[in-house]
């Protein structure tokens, strides 16, 4: 699970906006922000370069026992 939707929202950057600087569909940038489709590792580390946060920021951490 990701938090990209929380982070564009708290920086104010649109999901169009990461579509067009990651060279991804708006659907597929969507999916991403809604958890309904997950980046692979080179994307979302380039997806955290491009909104200036650690990857770690991107996360839901799991809690599996």
Known sequence: MNRI?????NK???????ADQTDKSY???NEYA?????PSLEDLY???EILNVQVSEL???R???
């Open 27 to 29: 659907t597929t940038i």
């Open 46 to 48: 380039k997806i955290a």
């Open 34 to 38: 809604r958890n309904k489709r997950q």
């Open 59 to 61: 996360l839901i951490e």
């Open 12 to 18: 104010g950057i649109s999901q169009t906006w990461l």
């Open 5 to 9: 939707k929380e982070v564009l929202k």
């Open 63 to 65: 809690n599996d026992r």
